[in-house]
């Protein structure tokens, strides 16, 4: 096994390559860049759309919940070629919308758009969960789902949602700064009056994740 990167737009693409491929980068018919328009929105949905896990050294152990959390402006604070791993309680489990990076829009069907992610929103503490502007927002897509399934893991959105909830997890994948949403994050619009998450950095792609029996130590 071993490691290549591409760097394109606002950063680099980690790739580990094995010799079994479960996800490709077409994805039933869905490319990396998803159908968008904007090259900086193909640029973001190519790291959304990620199908390979970070490797160890790949893996920022300075890089927890806390430190995304961290007031002050984070647009630089990580790169999209770095990978995490945290532990968090997890507040929410909701599916995503009818989004380009899965070959989707609004006006699309159900039917005619099958492929959503998983948005798990991220607390440091129970008592944080009612307060969106705590959340970090990581995210399972639809080419992981189908890579744990080749693993024998079932990771359905319902199933996800009923094994993680209101839990304490450990999750891991490669980091993003989602740029759609600096303005209604805390650390990169304080004070807005329509924020609904704590940073606009995620882990999206979730690779992997671990249910624990509660609260770490």
Same mark, same amino acid.
């Given at each position: ?16 390559? !094995?010799?079994?491929? @479960?996800?490709?980068?077409?994805? @039933? ?10 090259? !900086? ?17 790949? $893996? ?5 919940? &806390?430190?995304?959390?961290? %007031? #002050?402006?984070?647009? %630089? +604070? ?9 532990? &968090? ?21 159900? &039917? %005619?758009?099958?492929? @959503? ?9 129970? /008592? ?5 502007? /705590? ?7 639809? +080419?992981?789902?189908? $890579? ?5 893991? *079932?990771? #359905? @959105? ?8 209101? +839990?304490?997890? /450990?999750? +891991? ?26 940073? &606009? ?6 690779? *992997? ?5 509660? %609260?770490?130590?």
């Amino acid at each position: 096994m071993f490691k290549n990167q591409v760097c394109i737009g606002i950063g680099c693409l980690g790739f580990v390559l !094995s010799g079994v491929g @479960h996800a490709q980068d077409s994805f @039933h018919g869905c490319p990396m860049e998803g159908t968008a328009k904007p090259a !900086s929105v193909q640029t973001l949905n190519t790291f959304k759309n990620r199908h390979t896990a970070p490797g160890v050294n790949d $893996i920022d152990p300075k890089i927890t919940l &806390a430190t995304m959390v961290k %007031k #002050g402006n984070d647009r %630089k +604070r990580w790169s999209n070629s770095q990978a995490a791993e945290i532990t &968090a309680y997890v507040a929410d489990v909701t599916p995503g919308g009818k989004e380009s990076v899965n070959c989707c829009n609004s006006k699309m069907s159900n &039917a %005619k758009c099958p492929l @959503h992610d998983s948005h798990i929103a991220l607390v440091m503490d129970p /008592k944080q969960a009612s307060d969106k502007t /705590k959340h970090v927002v990581v995210e399972i897509t639809p +080419r992981w789902r189908e $890579i744990k399934q080749g693993q024998g893991q *079932d990771w #359905g @959105h319902d199933t996800v949602r009923k094994q993680i909830l209101h +839990r304490w997890v /450990k999750v +891991r994948g490669w980091m993003m700064l989602d740029l759609e949403h600096v303005n209604a994050s805390e650390n990169t619009a304080p004070g807005g009056a329509n924020n609904w998450r704590a940073t &606009a950095w995620e882990i999206h792609p979730v690779t *992997d994740f671990e249910v624990l029996p509660g %609260k770490p130590n």
